[in-house]
């Protein structure tokens, strides 16, 4: 899918840049954007076995206080992980899950 898209990504911009496959995209608004010579497409992380969407409560954050609650403005950047957000937190992928975060593997910035 081809966006419309006004902002022009590039190394200097504000957005970050991630790991994606043999490919990079740049974090924007809780969308990795990849930018083709056609335009700029949304690319989803994939659910695989480098980002495993089980639930792991026994996966102990040292990343982030206990008691932090990834949601809305967390301060965390968003990153759509198959059919669900995840949180970037020091190059982890979190997902909030009732009291604890499931890890959901590296993401590299
Ligand atoms: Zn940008
Ligand atoms: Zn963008
Ligand atoms: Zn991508
Ligand atoms: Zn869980
Ligand atoms: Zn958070
Ligand atoms: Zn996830
Ligand atoms: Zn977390």
């Known amino acids: 899918m081809i966006l419309a898209h006004d902002h022009v990504h590039s190394l200097d911009c504000e957005h970050k840049l ?3 496959d043999d490919h990079h995209d740049y974090l924007h608004d809780g ?4 930018v083709t010579a056609s335009g700029v497409d ?3 992380l994939a659910v695989d076995a480098d980002h495993p969407d089980g639930c792991t409560p026994e996966h102990f954050c040292n990343e982030h206080a206990g008691d932090h609650v990834h949601g809305d403005n967390c301060g ?3 990153i759509p992980h198959g ?3 995840g949180y970037l937190v020091d190059g982890h992928l979190h997902r909030a899950h009732g009291d604890h975060c499931d890890y959901h ?3 590299t910035v």
Do not use: E
């Open 18 to 20: 991630v790991a994606h």
């Open 31 to 34: 969308h990795l954007h990849h």
């Open 42 to 44: 949304n690319h989803v």
């Open 76 to 78: 965390h950047a968003v």
């Open 105 to 107: 593997g590296r993401v």
């Open 83 to 85: 059919d669900h957000v």
